[in-house]
Nanobody, 124 residues
Framework: QVQLVESGGGLVQPGGPLRLSCAAA????????MGWSRQAPGQQREFLASISSGGSTNYADSVKGRFTISRDNAKNTVNLQMNSLKPEDAAVYYCNADIGIRLSDGTVQHRDYWGQGTRVTVSS
């Protein structure tokens, strides 16, 4: 069974930094793209950033220049360094990953997995 476990959420003052981490656990064959999204109360889930297995990154305009996504393929983790946080960044943050599972017939089946979310509060 594959799980994504996020950590690092909490309370931070406006203008401050926070680093989120997400680790993939379980038995799997490969991890392709990984990413982060967030959902504020009453709003739809918003894409923030993604990173390919080769390290290519993509960011939403709302966080470009403030957030940095990175990954450690050896540890099966993806991180989100968030700087210059604003009150409007408060939300539940979710990581996701495209994970391949080897089936009994030898083929690899890919599926998008999501973490349970970690809450970020930006307040003085």
């Amino acid at each position: 069974q594959v799980q994504l476990v996020e950590s690092g959420g909490g309370l931070v003052q406006p203008g401050g930094p926070l680093r989120l981490s997400c680790a993939a656990a379980g038995r799997f064959y490969s991890i392709d793209s990984m990413g982060w999204s967030r959902q504020a109360p009453g709003q739809q889930r918003e894409f923030l950033a993604s990173i390919s297995s080769g390290g290519s990154t993509n960011y939403a305009d709302s966080v470009k220049g403030r957030f940095t996504i990175s990954r450690d393929n050896a540890k099966n983790t993806v991180n989100l360094q968030m700087n210059s946080l604003k009150p409007e960044d408060a939300a539940v943050y979710y990581c996701n990953a495209d994970i391949g599972i080897r089936l009994s017939d030898g083929t690899v089946q890919h599926r998008d997995y999501w973490g349970q979310g970690t809450r970020v509060t930006v307040s003085s």
